[in-house]
């Protein structure tokens, strides 16, 4: 599969923050969120516990410009929030799809950032996917409330490995056909 090369990415502006790329300055803080249990084990790729360093390595990748991943930081400083208060990203597929991938904090949870946050990415399609994916593990109800509040179509089940799980956990599959 052969990508473009990327190397600018675009702040997208929501009602109750921006999202934006990554910067070194945000390690401390998504290091905290992600070093959360709860926050690791909703996710396939953080470990839990968190080794060091790890959060520094994805913003370092973040900013490559031969990367398939861009990853924002759902940033609420300009609204009297806190400069990070989850991540968003899209990793670009082949045939015009994305898959989006998310978290908030747990204490940000149950209130809607995390659908505002999906539906300003969706908005914005930065990748200019005609189709764009997500899978949430199946005991993160909230997370697939998200997806179907956000127009998204339950495509059926799957399994995915969590790294923090150690193990292969059940998933639920959703598709939005991009406007």
Known sequence: MIHE??????????????????????????????????????????????????????????????????????????????????LISLERMDRQQSEIFYWIAPAFWNTGLASEAVRALIAANPHKSERVFAEVFQDNPGSARVLTNCGFDYLGDAEAFSVARNATVSTWTYTLKVK
């Open 5 to 86: 090369e990327i190397t600018v990415q675009d702040t997208i502006t929501a009602e109750r923050f921006v999202l934006r790329p990554c910067r070194k300055s945000d390690a401390g803080l998504i290091a905290m969120y992600a070093a959360d249990e709860r926050v690791a084990r909703g996710t396939r790729g953080i470990p839990h516990p968190l080794p060091p360093g790890t959060i520094e390595a994805m913003i370092d990748r973040a900013g490559q410009p031969d990367r398939t991943e861009d990853i924002w930081v759902i940033d609420g400083s300009a609204q009297g929030h806190l400069e990070a208060l989850g």
